[in-house]
């Protein structure tokens, strides 16, 4: 198969250097653990709720441990969705070229949600 | 490996062989039990709640935002095709949780015996019904304000 300087780079960044795997299953294993009391804490803060409008949401994420909480609930979600997506296309996605690119894309799309979700938490509470 | 001569060998790689070569998992092998539908389950709901991420996001975004642009979210929201979605977002997530909870154990080493396996799996279905119904009537029942 020929495969111009694009494919040869994407061929080269899907590449496992080693341990990537081993660290892979273990990142995926935190990012569990914390999750477990950080949804906890989001669900059944948003079941106490008196309902859902803006001032009562508002009013309730613009506290500064709310918002870091919040935060970092965008952020172990993003990366323990990463991981899994990544698992996910590995199983299902062959081919040099189409394998490395979804799962950049995907890594991408998760990046960017992540960052625009936690500094949006952080807004809520720390806007001037 | 001892695979003999070279010929051999070389004959195991050639595209034929690769192409018949039989792929684990061999699916097709294995007696039917209700905890592969779980296992399943466990990696379509991942899916499902990866695409969740998304409204999160912009549920957050949408409340840094502003009142006019969040209160048009909660109208999207309120759209019932989009209320559907978003409760079936939490099942998916009740059942993600709890199973998850299964696999740290079996990651632990613990759970894995068949009849164990059984149990928690008997477990998992009961949690989910329980935990997904009172969340989807304490979510529900709020309006938008």
């Given at each position: 198969?020929?495969?111009?300087?694009?494919?040869?780079?994407?061929?080269?960044?899907?590449?496992?250097?080693?341990?990537?795997?081993?660290?892979?299953?273990?990142?995926?294993?935190?990012?569990?653990?914390?999750?477990?009391?950080?949804?906890?804490?989001?669900?059944?803060?948003?079941?106490?709720?008196?309902?859902?409008?803006?001032?009562?949401?508002?009013?309730?994420?613009?506290?500064?441990?709310?918002?870091?909480?919040?935060?970092?609930?965008?952020?172990?979600?993003?990366?323990?969705?990463?991981?899994?997506?990544?698992?996910?296309?590995?199983?299902?996605?062959?081919?040099?070229?189409?394998?490395?690119?979804?799962?950049?894309?995907?890594?991408?799309?998760?990046?960017?949600?992540?960052?625009?979700?936690?500094?949006?938490?952080?807004?809520?509470?720390?806007?001037? | 490996?001892?695979?003999?001569?070279?010929?051999?060998?070389?004959?195991?790689?050639?595209?034929?062989?690769?192409?018949?070569?039989?792929?684990?998992?061999?699916?097709?092998?294995?007696?039917?039990?209700?905890?592969?539908?779980?296992?399943?389950?466990?990696?379509?709901?991942?899916?499902?709640?990866?695409?969740?991420?998304?409204?999160?996001?912009?549920w957050v975004v949408a409340l840094a935002s502003g009142a006019e642009?969040?209160?048009?979210?909660?109208?999207?929201?309120?759209?019932?095709?989009?209320?559907?979605?978003?409760?079936?977002?939490?099942?998916?997530?009740?059942?993600?949780?709890?199973?998850?909870?299964?696999?740290?154990?079996?990651?632990?080493?613990?759970?894995?015996?068949?009849?164990?396996?059984?149990?928690?799996?008997?477990?998992?279905?009961?949690?989910?019904?329980?935990?997904?119904?009172?969340?989807?009537?304490?979510?529900?029942?709020?309006?938008?304000?």
């Amino acid at each position: 198969m020929s495969q111009g300087p694009v494919g040869a780079l994407l061929k080269y960044l899907g590449r496992d250097p080693g341990h990537a795997g081993a660290h892979h299953w273990r990142a995926q294993r935190v990012s569990a653990l914390a999750l477990i009391p950080l949804t906890i804490w989001f669900l059944s803060a948003l079941a106490w709720l008196p309902d859902f409008g803006f001032d009562t949401v508002h009013a309730w994420a613009a506290t500064p441990w709310r918002a870091v909480l919040l935060s970092l609930l965008v952020f172990c979600i993003a990366w323990h969705s990463q991981l899994g997506m990544q698992v996910f296309i590995e199983d299902y996605v062959h081919g040099n070229v189409s394998r490395p690119l979804a799962v950049g894309v995907s890594t991408f799309a998760h990046v960017l949600l992540g960052a625009a979700g936690m500094s949006a938490a952080l807004c809520v509470a720390f806007r001037g | 490996m001892a695979t003999g001569s070279g010929a051999a060998a070389a004959s195991i790689f050639s595209c034929k062989t690769m192409a018949n070569r039989p792929l684990s998992p061999h699916l097709t092998v294995y007696r039917f039990a209700y905890t592969m539908t779980l296992s399943i389950l466990h990696r379509i709901t991942g899916v499902a709640l990866a695409l969740g991420l998304i409204v999160l996001v912009l549920w957050v975004v949408a409340l840094a935002s502003g009142a006019e642009l969040y209160s048009r979210f909660l109208q999207c929201a309120g759209f019932w095709p989009c209320k559907v979605l978003l409760g079936l977002w939490l099942v998916a997530f009740v059942y993600h949780f709890s199973n998850g909870i299964r696999h740290l154990f079996w990651d632990a080493g613990k759970g894995l015996e068949r009849a164990q396996a059984r149990r928690s799996a008997f477990f998992v279905v009961i949690a989910v019904a329980v935990v997904s119904i009172l969340l989807l009537m304490a979510f529900f029942r709020k309006g938008a304000a």
